[in-house]
């Protein structure tokens, strides 16, 4: 019996060993991350747009052929944000070496990231995230967002995009393209989807952020600052963008108010749509997922028109939304050492060619066959950009707002200063309650 | 005797060197030294200490010894994971965490500030309707598909699986796929038949009832078997003994089944109960909380079908507040705890009763 138990209970320790061995393991890679001592091993890398995992992959093997330093890349699920990721990898003492912050998230991390001020790569950007820290953010690309357009369905229908600056402009050229949709093939003259459930973000952040900067130059904070202020709205630049939402609720696809994200671009891919309101991020869709849509339509040409919802607005919001901060505590050297051959030739060449960026470094010779780089770039060129002062509203903020957005669309609202008061009350109730 | 004689000096020892490493492995971790064997440590010392206690040279405490040593993983990781996460949960509640770094001790702050939110009280009733209506919905239909089922035609046992499949799909995915059928499938339907232009899914009150099918067509087959159980239990004399007295098919059911399976009725009762509480899954895929409510406390929201589980999570996640969340987790927490109480006593009288 003795024996029985003698061996039983050595086994159990057999088997605990083991499992403590596994643990050890998993630590000492992990620690990889929290320790800055040794050089020689792998940076990690928190990459937060999942639909470019495999190039960022291929990036990290090219930088490793080059230089013979590993990078790790990790690459979030579909449905999680980098920001919670990353603070479950922060609880867990995981936390890597380089990571995807938004504007508004640098403010959680003070303290902890490094100041890259002293970097080569600064001289050649000027979209790189400064606050009083110091140079917090690297920017990897740059996104634009406006109301894109097919030129060839413009063209035909005798509409000049460079014309409409006006909310009387666009007025008219709905009319005309709204009158012409059954020759043009048109379902709808916009794509304009309001689904609060899942594509809550695109209204919530990406529509009204152009209420916060269209038109501005990059440093005016003005309506961010009076929205951060308790969450006020100005009413008279709010009901202008309000009239301009409604003339898209009029024009719109009814399918959109409940429509998914996939259906809304896959609908521009194929020419049913003039008008989309998503930005330069729909491109690696069109020449992707939807290539063979996009390519039935024609592989027709895109531009951006901005949202005038004021007479003489004739900007478009084009700046990185997102940007790599370094962890202090980490691998700090190499971490930077990585960024700066992010911002040189090779990396920028994949960067443009294979992820369809449009590069933020002035010195990046390459051009990308992403539909939309060409108009991204020339709006850039012009210096008609605004920035994207929407990453800075309180954290949320989109998941109440879209559903107002989505109700207009519905009909519940009878004007636009309906939907101000209403926007103006849910915003007001949501900075004083959360 | 020898072994005795060894045992009393090799038990001092086990126990002496499983205490120092244990501790010491705890010190490591706590004074973030870095050193990575301090999980092994950990493990050593608690197997030191366990063997110690086994090698124990005692009669008197030995009874007592085993059944510690038997418990002790079990305890231990119930510990890890329910009890340390509970205790520092309800000390986070107390402070201003960001899910990053604790600042302040706040006191009672995020409990006020929670109570003071429409779209959090909104969320509490809502929850609580919704547990009500299915409680009643859910064994209903359990309940009828279990007489269906357990009668002796043939094939009953394909659709007893047939029904049982939903609750085997996890709720991520069962929501998409209503959500699928909700929009795209039924949207024809719907929008003639409520005359909307968009899916049913986004006006609140339809979506509501949305959530409580899906939620029935996952649960009730779950608990239908549990009704079955209960009613092959009704013994057969019993029913014999009726039939003969020329009780009609009603009557059996009234008078006979439903007094016999009193047990089952409140152990199923129960069940839909806590587990309706805890919806999350089809809440966050199906509507993800979405919905607007005109007037409530004389303002409106937006969160319509956010049930209490998806507000806790909006919450601390979406909103990035994290500690307001975990206030909220908290009252959550008191909420399924007096339930479940209430339960634990209520099924203990029945038992007695039988």
Not at chain 2, 53 to 82: A, D, M, Q
């Amino acid at each position: 019996m003795k024996k029985q138990i003698a061996v039983v209970l050595a086994l159990t320790t057999a088997a605990t060993m083991l499992l403590a061995g596994c643990g050890g393991s998993k630590d000492s890679s992990s620690s990889s991350s929290s320790s800055s001592s040794s050089s020689s091993e792998a940076i990690q890398l928190l990459n937060g747009k999942p639909e470019i995992d495999a190039q960022m992959q291929e990036l990290a093997k090219a930088y490793e052929e080059e230089t013979g330093k590993a990078v790790e890349v990790l690459t979030i699920g579909g449905n999680e944000t980098a920001s919670s990721k990353l603070k479950e990898l922060y609880q867990a003492g995981e936390m890597p070496d380089i990571f995807v912050l938004e504007a508004n998230q640098f403010e959680n991390w003070s303290g902890k990231l490094v100041d890259m001020s002293d970097q080569q790569w600064t001289e050649d950007t000027d979209v790189e995230y400064v606050n009083e820290e110091g140079t917090l953010g690297f920017p990897y690309m740059v996104e634009a967002c406006g109301l894109a357009y097919n030129a060839d369905i413009l063209e035909k229908a005798g509409v000049d995009p460079t014309t409409l600056t006006s909310p009387e402009a666009y007025k008219e050229a709905f009319a005309v393209l709204d009158s012409k949709k059954d020759e043009l093939g048109l379902k709808a003259v916009v794509g304009y989807n309001v689904n609060a459930t899942d594509v809550g973000w695109s209204s919530g952040t990406h529509v009204f952020g152009q209420y916060l900067d269209a038109g501005l130059a990059t440093d005016d904070t003005t309506y961010i600052d009076l929205l951060n202020d308790g969450g006020q709205l100005d009413s008279d630049r709010f009901t202008a963008f309000g009239e301009f939402i409604g003339l898209l609720n009029q024009y719109t696809d009814s399918d959109l108010i409940t429509g998914s994200y996939d259906d809304q671009v896959l609908g521009f891919a194929s020419g049913k749509y003039a008008f989309v309101t998503q930005g330069s991020w729909i491109g690696a869709t069109l020449t992707g997922d939807d290539k063979d849509a996009y390519e039935a339509a024609g592989s027709f040409e895109v531009g951006f028109a901005p949202y005038a919802f004021e007479d003489g607005i004739n900007t478009i919001l084009n700046e990185p939304t997102s940007f790599w901060g370094c962890y202090k505590d980490g691998n700090v050297e190499d971490a930077e050492a990585f960024l700066q051959w992010c911002s040189e030739d090779t990396a920028q060449k994949m960067f443009v060619e294979n992820m369809g960026f449009v590069s933020p470094y002035t010195d990046c010779a390459y051009t990308s066959d992403d539909p939309f780089a060409k108009p991204v770039t020339e709006w850039l060129a012009e210096g008609k950009h605004s920035t994207y002062h929407t990453f800075l509203k309180k954290d949320g903020l989109q998941d109440a707002t879209s559903v107002i957005f989505q109700n207009y669309a519905k009909g519940q609202y009878s004007s636009a200063a309906e939907f101000t008061e209403a926007m103006q009350e849910t915003i007001t109730s949501y900075y004083a309650n959360n | 005797m020898s072994g005795n004689s060894s045992k009393k000096i090799l038990a001092p020892i086990l126990l002496v060197v499983g205490v120092v490493s244990f501790i010491a492995a705890l010190v490591i971790d706590f004074m973030e030294l870095g050193y990575e064997f301090r999980g092994s440590l950990l493990i050593i010392g608690i197997l030191g200490i366990l063997l110690g206690l086994f090698t124990l040279p005692t009669e008197k405490y030995h009874r007592n010894i085993v059944n510690f040593v038997f418990l002790f993983p079990l305890l231990f990781t119930f510990g890890v994971t329910v009890i340390i996460p509970l205790i520092l949960g309800i000390g986070y509640s107390f402070t201003d965490w960001d899910g990053i770094m604790v600042g302040n001790f706040v006191g009672f702050d995020n409990y006020v500030k929670a109570f003071q939110q429409p779209s959090f009280l909104y969320s509490i009733l809502l929850t609580a309707l919704f547990v009500v209506i299915n409680m009643i919905l859910v064994n209903l239909v359990a309940f009828l598909l279990a007489l269906l089922c357990s009668s002796k035609m043939k094939g009953v046992g394909f659709f007893r699986a047939t029904y049982f499949l939903p609750n085997l799909i996890g709720g991520i995915v069962l929501g998409y796929i209503w959500q699928f059928a909700f929009s795209k499938a039924l949207l024809g339907l719907t929008e003639k038949l409520f005359d909307l232009n968009y899916s049913i899914l986004s006006e609140t009150k339809f979506a509501f009832w949305c959530i409580i099918i899906v939620y029935i067509w996952q649960y009730a087959g779950y608990i239908m078997l549990i009704y079955i159980t209960g009613l092959n239990t009704v013994p057969r004399e019993v029913l014999e003994a009726s039939a003969i007295d020329g009780a009609n098919a009603w009557s059996t059911l009234f008078q006979i089944k439903i007094p016999m399976i009193a047990s089952t009725i409140t152990i199923c009762t129960f069940l839909t109960l806590t587990n309706a509480f805890k919806m999350f899954d089809v809440n966050l895929s199906l509507t993800g909380g979405n919905g607007s409510v005109q007037n409530f406390m004389g303002g409106s929201l937006t969160n319509g079908t956010e049930m209490l589980a998806l507000n806790i999570y909006s919450t601390a996640i979406n909103k990035n507040n994290y500690a307001l969340g975990q206030a909220k987790a908290v009252l959550f927490f008191i909420i399924l705890a007096v339930v479940s109480i209430v339960q634990v006593r209520v099924s203990n009288k029945k038992e007695v009763e039988m």
